[in-house]
């Protein structure tokens, strides 16, 4: 669920603040001579309640002694500068919940990838990067949403998933996400206007909306409903 009566937990920000995940996936990598997991996919159901300058996602230095790997920076893009870089801004917002999947296959070969998916939908296509690199590979555990120096928190989460190998964009579109939240929508049409009569129909997303309708002579005089 997405909330704390559903089991979400919140990471408050703070260098002893992170989950440590620990896993039986084999090295593995497109040579097949990798001494680390090279090719695995990641799922959060996460919800930001603050934006900071960097907000740590995953963290492959088991003793939290160096920046983490994966971040969320202030302006909602997601990366590492100086590896796969950054996506767009606003991939992620504040307060809004999302199902991101990071999808990974490492290596400098045309046929290798680091992409961010939110709600099934892919918005960030990263540089490749090398085999084995100390930031984004995995050794037999990985740290969540932890930092050396506390660049992470402000962030709940309800789910977390990781695989055993890189997912197929079809894979990744039916695991869904979360429905953008949007206001109210009331989307009125008529028909059969006659001297004396009209039509008023509607459509709206929300199902449990009361519609009123409010007429009259001219648009200052709707004093009948």
């Known amino acids: 669920g997405t909330d704390e009566a559903d089991g979400a937990?919140?990471?408050?920000?703070?260098?002893?603040?992170?989950?440590k995940i620990v896993h039986d996936i084999r090295p593995?990598?497109?040579?097949?001579?990798?001494?680390?997991?090279?090719?695995?996919?990641?799922?959060?159901?996460?919800?930001?309640?603050?934006?900071?300058?960097?907000?740590?996602?995953?963290?492959?230095?088991?003793t939290n002694q160096s920046d983490g790997g994966l971040s969320v920076r202030s302006n909602g893009s997601i990366g590492r500068a100086g590896t796969i870089g950054y996506s767009a801004g606003?991939?992620?917002?504040?307060?809004?919940?999302?199902?991101?999947?990071?999808?990974?296959?490492?290596?400098e070969d045309e046929h290798c990838f680091y992409n961010i998916y939110v709600n099934g939908c892919k918005v960030f296509s990263g540089e490749r990067v090398e085999l084995d690199n100390?930031?984004?590979?995995?050794?037999?555990?990985?740290?969540?949403?932890?930092?050396?120096?506390?660049?992470?928190?402000?962030?709940?989460?309800?789910r977390f998933a990781l695989f055993n190998t890189w997912l197929t964009?079809?894979?990744?579109?039916?695991?869904?996400?979360?429905p953008v939240v949007r206001k109210?929508?009331?989307?009125?049409?008529?028909?059969?206007?006659?001297?004396?009569?009209?039509?008023?129909?509607?459509h709206t997303l929300d199902k449990n909306l009361v519609p009123q309708v409010k007429y009259g002579t001219n648009p200052d005089h709707l004093d009948h409903t």
């Open 184 to 202: 109210t929508e009331m989307l009125p049409y008529l028909q059969a206007p006659t001297p004396t009569s009209i039509i008023v129909n509607w």
């Open 9 to 19: 937990i919140e990471i408050p920000t703070g260098v002893e603040n992170y989950l």
């Open 169 to 178: 964009d079809d894979e990744i579109m039916d695991l869904g996400g979360f």
């Open 134 to 158: 100390v930031y984004f590979s995995l050794e037999e555990a990985v740290l969540l949403f932890a930092d050396d120096d506390g660049d992470n928190g402000h962030v709940q989460v309800s």
């Open 90 to 107: 606003d991939v992620i917002k504040k307060g809004e919940w999302v199902r991101l999947v990071v999808n990974v296959s490492l290596g």
């Open 28 to 62: 593995n990598g497109i040579t097949g001579t990798s001494e680390r997991v090279n090719e695995y996919a990641l799922l959060y159901d996460i919800r930001f309640s603050e934006l900071a300058a960097f907000s740590s996602l995953i963290q492959t230095d088991l």
